[in-house]
């Protein structure tokens, strides 16, 4: 998992409650992402963010807010408009915002589920 | 619009026979291609990619793809499985000409090495 750190790794949610999952990388990576991975199903991209304070919803943004303060850091909240929230939750990190050959690395990932 | 097909959900090989895990494309322009393995409950792992050059392209835990433009496809092979080899496996896309620096995942193939 590299030096991706993803928190907690599991995640408890009642209904209502807004909760945010923690992604915090030591790669020097320019671009982070956030995906969603059901079961049976491929990863799902919600947001990435190419750059520092700049940040581009991907196909299931909805529901769910990011920032982009810190190079190393870009946090998820799940929010209570999110319906389906229950799923495995993963960060990914790349190098050279500009090299589209470049590979992703991945977190750990977060289960959240909801109560 | 731009896919990526993995046909079998789960794959069945014996331990020391040698594995085939399918993908197929469909993508404006030429690809780059990647492989990455998921272990349960952790995130993805590279395995390997093809960016140009030789159409062999060799990764890690002896594990190899071959890229075939006309067939639009990038199966993930080894000559010899391992039981440790079970997994998930995921192939992924994206365009070279493409602006937008998302990757396009398959759903994913399950690999059961039986001893």
Partial sequence: ?115 | AQSVAQPEDQVNVAEGNPLTVKCTYSVSGNPYLFWYVQYPNRGLQFLLKYITGDNLVKGSYGFEAEFNKSQTSFHLKKPSALVSDSALYFCAVRSRGDSNYQLIWGAGTKLIIKP
């Fill in chain 1, 1 to 115: 998992d590299g030096g991706i750190t993803q928190s907690p790794k599991y995640l408890f949610r009642k209904e209502g409650q807004n909760v945010t999952l923690s992604c915090e990388q030591n790669l020097n990576h320019d671009a982070m992402y956030w995906y969603r991975q059901d079961p049976g199903q491929g990863l799902r991209l919600i947001y990435y963010s190419q750059i520092v304070n700049d940040f581009q919803k991907g196909d299931i943004a909805e529901g769910y807010s990011v920032s982009r303060e810190k190079k190393e850091s870009f946090p998820l909240t799940v929010t209570s408009a999110q319906k389906n929230p229950t799923a495995f939750y993963l960060c990914a990190s790349r190098e050279g915002r500009a090299l589209l050959n470049n590979e992703q690395f991945f977190g750990p990932g977060t289960r959240l589920t909801v109560l």
